[in-house]
């Protein structure tokens, strides 16, 4: 059974492991979780996935504010735990968050080569705005999508 959660100091170890493994092009440090996580929950909001007492998932996001655009600064699921519907359970929480803290949209970078991702982007009403060139890297490239917020 999956669990759902907000982080604590005691988790940062285990995401900055995970961070590497899944982001190996410019994982977070320990200070940027510390970071992130201080704006929780005035600005911020995190959410882990947990299933026999280990992290099978975890999203952040920053709303700066009422008639902003909210920035999901990262989504994660491990291999194993994907396809059923953990990415999706933490980005309806995220966006709950969002639109509690009045932004107008939610958007999010994912590799042009992720197209499981980019499926269930589609599926939940994110739309390509726009691509960045490099963005994870040398030749891996991202493409910027936006949900608006009724």
Do not use: H
């Not at 999956?2 to 988790?11: E, H, K, N, V």
């Not at 009422?66 to 999901?72: M, Q, R, W």
């Not at 359970?89 to 949209?105: N, P, V």
């Amino acid at each position: 059974m999956i669990t759902y959660r907000q982080p604590m100091a005691l988790d940062i170890p285990t995401l900055v492991v995970l961070d590497k493994e899944y982001f190996p092009y410019s994982p977070w440090s320990p200070a940027q979780f510390k970071e992130e996580f201080a704006g929780i929950p005035s600005t911020r909001f995190f959410e882990l996935a947990i299933s026999d007492n280990q992290i099978v998932g975890y999203a952040g996001v920053i709303a700066p504010g009422p008639d902003a655009v909210a920035d999901i600064l990262t989504i994660t699921v491990i291999d194993g735990f994907r396809r059923q519907g953990i990415a999706k359970r933490l980005i309806a929480d995220i966006e709950g968050y969002c639109q509690s803290k009045g932004s107008s949209a939610i958007m999010l970078e994912v590799a042009t080569d992720n197209t499981g991702a980019i499926a269930l982007y589609e599926k939940l009403g994110y739309s390509q705005i726009s691509k960045r060139s490099n963005y994870y890297g040398s030749k891996k490239d991202a493409f910027v999508m936006q949900k608006e917020f009724i």
